[in-house]
Every structure is written in C-alpha cells, then in structure tokens.
C-alpha cells in the first residue's frame, strides 16, 4: 500500500542532490566537468555525508539500447550492435579514469554486456535500459575516488519501489536507509522495481523524477537539476531568439509549465516536492557559476510561457469518475492539458498518436470518451501574475486577430489558442513577444499634496486598476514643502502616513529616488519655483517629469534649455500638457501638428478660467470689484485676486505654448497689457480695495465701449510666427459674437488654432481650463502617455536584441 508520509529517520540536515543528465554526461569531458562540480559544491558548502548525485545513461547511450529492443528477432544485427556499443562504452571508461582505476569498472561492464542479448531476447526491457545509468553511476563514482573524494555507487533499484506510477515511500525510505553508504552516493536515475522485485524504468524525464523522489526520501535541503541552461525561458530558445530567460518561477506556473511538456520540468518531476521545504534549482553544468533558476513558492512572480504544441487532437467527456488530466498523463507519458470549459463538459487537449490508446484507458475505468478526429496546432500561454484574468491585454487581442484561432480557451492562468495550421515563424515569434514582453513597473514620485495633489492620488487606483495588464504604477515615494514619505504605498493609506511623515529633507529625497528602479517619474502637482530650479537634480536622479507646475517650463531660456538638453543625454521625457489648458489636450494637439507636417503660424485664445469667468457675468449690473471678490469666495482666484488681474498667469501660459511651437523667447519677450493697470493695484489686496472705485470705473468704460461696438469683452493671449519676426502680447480685446472667443461659458478656456491646414476654418479647442479634477485627469492622461511610449521603447529594445 502506498503511504504518502515519510517516517521520522535520520538523515543529514543540509543534505543536497544533484541530478545530471546525458548531455552533462556526454563524453569524457563532460565526466570531468561533473566531478569538478561535485568537489566544488562539496568543499564550498556541503558536507560529503549529505551529497547524492543522481545520473542519467551518458549521452545517446539509452537511445542505443533502444535499438537493441528492436533487434530481439535478429540475433546476427543483435550480437553487432551489442559490439558495437561495448567498443563505444570501453572507450568513454578509458578516456575518463587513469589506467590504474579502470580495471574493476571495465570488468563490471564487460558482464553487463555478456548479459545483453538475453535480456533482449527475454524482453526484460527494463534491465536492458538500465545498463546506462548503472555504468554512469559506476564511472562517476570512480572518477570521483580519483579526485580524492569519498564516493561510491547505489542501484535505484536496490531501494525504490514503485506501485503503478505510485511511491512507496516508507518502504523505499527503510530500504535506503540499509543500503547507503558514507560519502557521496551515485545513484542511478530512470530505473526503480516494482512490488514483486521487477525493474521498470520511470519514463520521460525518469531521471530528474528519480532525483526529486531521492530528495523527499533523504528530507534534502536542495535538490539541483543540472543540464543544459541555466534558466527556465519563456519559449524555446532554439526557436525563439527573443525568449526570455527567467531565474525564479512559482511553483504554480511550474507545474502548469510541465504539465504543457515543458522539457526543462515534468509534472512529475515536482510532484514529491511540492509542500515540502526542500528548494529545486535548474542549473547549468556548461556554465556551473551561474546561480540558475529556482523554483520559488511565491504565486506573484512576473514569468510568462509561450509553448507549442503540433498534431493536438481534443478529447471530451461528460463524467470522469475521479479521474483527471493528471492521472492521464502520467498513464500515457504524454502532455494532457485539461482547457477551460463548461462546468458540466471536460475539455482536454493531447497528442493524436496517442488518442485512441487514451479513449481506451478511460473506457477500463467507465469514462465514456470521444476525441475529434482533426488535428490542431496548439499555443499554450501561461500567464505572469499581473495578468491574471480573462480579459486578453490589448495587444494579445490584436495579434490574435489577426492570426484567427479556430479555438480559443481561457482562463486566469492560462490561454490555449487552437490553429488549423502550423504558425509562421514570424507569427509565433510575434504571439510570443506580445504574450512575454517584460512588464514594466514605473515607479511614481509625487511632489504636492494640495487640491492637485489629493485629486490626483484619489484618482491613482482606478488608473492602476486599468493598466494592470500592461504595466504596474508603484507610488514609491509622496512629498510636500514640509513632509516626504519614502516608501512605496498605496494612495488610500497615504493621508494616514502623512501624520507622522517625516520633515523633507532634499538630499536624502534624491538619494532614496536614485536607489529606485527604473523607469521612475517625478510628477511636479506644486506651484513651486523652487522644486522647478531643481528639476536637474531629479533628472540626475534617473526621473523623467511630469508637471502640472507652469514654473519648469517658463524657467529663462538659459535653465529650460539646459534641462531639455540634460533630458535628451539621459534619454528621460518631459510632459507638461496640464500646464495650459488644464486636461485640454492643446500641447499634445500642437505637437501632433508638427509631428505630421503642418505649419502652426498663429495661436490665441482665452487662457484663464478666473478671467473667463469674470468677463463672462460682467454685463455692468454689478460692479467688476464685486464679481471678482464672488470668485474669491468661490475659490476661483489666487488667494491674492492681483494675480489673475495681473495677466501674468496668461504670460506664462503663452510663453508655453510659443516654446512648444519652437520659438526661443523668455517672459520678458511677451508683451503684457495687465487688465489690472500698475497704478491701480495697490501695494495690497486691502489697499486696491480701498481704491477699487477707479478700477470699475475703467472696467465700466470698457464695457460701455464694447458694447457701442457690439462687440464683447475677453483677455486673451495672442502669438504669431511670420517671416518677419515672432510676435506675442497679453492683453483685454473686444470680439464679435462670431468669433470663437466670444461663445464660451464661464470658466472656459479656448485656443484658436491657425495653421497651413487651419487657414479658413482654425482649430478650435474649448472646455474647462481649471478645477482639480480636469487638471489632475490631464496629469493621469500625461501618465498614460508616458507609460505608452516607456512600453513602446521596451518592445522595440526586445525586438533590436532578438
């Protein structure tokens, strides 16, 4: 009876295992190669009372034995390829020990050889197969005596019993206990015996099964798998130059990886690890320095498999009585994959060549099962964590539509794609490199936590929340002109953190930001001069810049440029498009324009919602003075109304837009009529109350004037590039009820775009130009942009590299 739980023996803590197969053990380098890895894994870590290693036949040998099973019937061919294969192996043995230790390994094979052609004739299949791993086992544990180390060889087959695919774990536990010996053990991986003393041989894989089956028994701390990469890659590298190598994979995705046929894993090469403390590493013996890839239990981890598989036949069933894909798989040795389906239906996906033996296995247990008798071509997608759902990423969606799978299947883990056909080379490739494409994570530093700020960070979940499966948005670090907070943390605890956040100090701020990964931003929500003078810093820092702050980009030329030149050298980006126009796309509108062609001659437009709003209801029923201090108290001016009056704020956002039209020109090089006169102002808010008469007194003549001419009042901006010369002024103007700047609703901002293809009729952009919510929206619109082109930069990278 098999008993899964292992009794309570002693066994060496810390003890390793290290599997090798034919390729590492292909000639008499490889052997040497081996044994060198053995004593450097034994005199660096390990003690050698905890090693096991478990071998695999050396090189082609077990495929050379097979072709002896097909001679059973032909003593003559028989005798030859027995002769044959003993000059072959007599030769390996030579060429690995010195002469001196070659004696009692040539005596042993020599037996092994005599014993063939019986064994062949007698169909004991199993013995036969053996002879491969036994003389590896044998061969290494002499080569590693000749090192000086204390070694010798074990017969699987001495202590393992296997019960119709089941261990008997107890069992071969006592047994290994009485046959092991000090020293590192070589033990012949493949071959076990069955209850009754028969050899049997465990399949597919059989050797690396051996290794985690030995790993169980011995309680090891580690079980290596040696071969020939040194990673698990998201598809096959031999047709895939382009995949990607991963070096921690969950233990989920590795099952489900070997149950595709993975054939770096087998599914039952995890299965006795699994919920076990024992660690599994794939590494390479070409390449042994490298640390390889382990098999982790974490389930968040960013690996993505692309497989494929041909001739795939589907097999479906109503009732399985107990039975699963697993238990197939394992009966035919073959890859069965069990497809997302209805939840009264079995769907299962397998070789054709074996489909009518797999209709009958399940007919001997009662499961009535019919199989399609087309053959399909399968893709199988694994998929990363972070995409973890049933809704395909656009760019997986797109590429399938153009492919046009006969058959699709889904679920969160895993996409199976159903062809007629054999994919192109070049389509593979492309399924691939959209299913596998490194998922970027940008880490977001935000500056400001005011009525921007707090919008922005309300409105950060629900953009994470969409963009999850194609990029992740980390909030590492949040920073005001008192407090930071220097962790990565999520929007909604971040008002509680900021109670007890610690007071900004610059240099460590900067020093925590270049110690992020990259791509990271800087996302500037402050008016602050300060932090725009300081925008090399973070630059320097790894950060491109986003900014809702107008001081960055109306720094004097000389600063601007510098920054812009600093941003090119480091291959950083700087959008701003939130800084005129709030989220209206006006920036992102003029450089399309050029991008395409066209020639932007002239631009003007209404660029203050505080100046909007006020012109707007101004109709002489109330004195302006009193308008204006409405829109105090309803938030819509500066604390200090001056400023909006002053039309500076409408300077700075000119100056904007003239630099994103290429012109070289500083504040001063904008001529500004304030609506407030200098003379009127006031040395303060209280002092041009005192005297605000005059001022609506000025305000009514220019109404009075506006209206003679039925015309109607706005404060515009205006900026025109001709032959001659640039020119841009800030000023009050009268328009007529036709023109687009007089048909707008308070608050509005307007820009009047005038180009080689706008001549006629320009372009007009229209809508709120203020609020936190517009404003804040315009930021995330600039995040997503940012994100689009760091994803665009990333695949063409990947596709440079394949």
Known sequence: MTNQALSAQSWPQGSQVHKFGGTSLADAN??????????????????????WVVVSAPGKTTDQLYQLLELAQQPELLEQAVAALAEHLTALVRQVLTEQRQSDVLQQLQQWLQLLPALVI????????ALGESLSALLLSRLLRQYGLTADWLDSRGFLTVDRHQIRWDESEQRLQAVRCEGIQVVTGFIARDPAGKSLTLGRNGSDYSATILGRLVQAAQVHIWTDVDAIYSGDPRRLPAAVPYHRVSWRQACLLAQLGNP????????????????LQVRSSFEPHRSGCQIVPAESCQASFVTDLSSMVLLSMHELNGYDANWLANELQQPVIALPQLPDAHLWLLPAKVAEQAVQLLAERQVHAVHDTTPYY??????????????????????????????????????????????????????????TQPRTDIQLIVAGTGNVGSEFLRLLPGHQARCQHQHGLQLAAVFNSRQMV????AATELPALLQQAEPLHQQRLLAQIAQLPAPKVLIDLTPSMTLAEQYPDFIAAGCHIISANKQGVTLPQTQYQAILAQLTAEKLSWLSNTTVGAGLPVQRALHDLQAAGDTVWRISGIFSGTLSWLLCQYDGSTEFSELLLQAKEL??????PREDLSGRDVQRKLLVLARELGCSLDLADIELEPLLPVALAGDSWDAFWQQRADFDALMAQHLQQARADQLQLRFIGELSIRDSGVQARVRLVSVAASDPLAAIQPCDNVFVIESDWYQELPLVIKGPGAGRTVTAGGVHADLAQLAHQLLTQSAANLQRSS
């Open 486 to 489: 220097l962790q990565p943390v």
């Open 122 to 129: 007698a169909g004991q299949d199993a013995d036969v197969l």
């Open 635 to 640: 938030g819509y001016t500066e604390p200090d």
């Open 378 to 435: 399968a893709v199988a997608w694994l998929k990363p964590a972070p995409v973890q759902q049933e809704v395909l990423p656009a760019d997986v969606a797109a590429c399938l539509q153009r492919l046009q799978p006969v058959h699709s299947y889904q679920s969160k883990e895993l996409a199976v794609w159903l062809f007629e056909q054999e994919l192109s080379a070049v389509s593979f490739a492309d399924l691939h490199q959209c299913c």
């Open 264 to 279: 770096v894993l087998h599914a039952r090469t995890l299965a006795p690890l699994q919920n076990s403390d024992t660690q």
């Open 30 to 51: 490889r052997f040497h190669a081996v044994a060198s890895i053995i004593r450097q894994q034994q005199t660096q870590q390990h003690p050698i009372s905890g090693c």
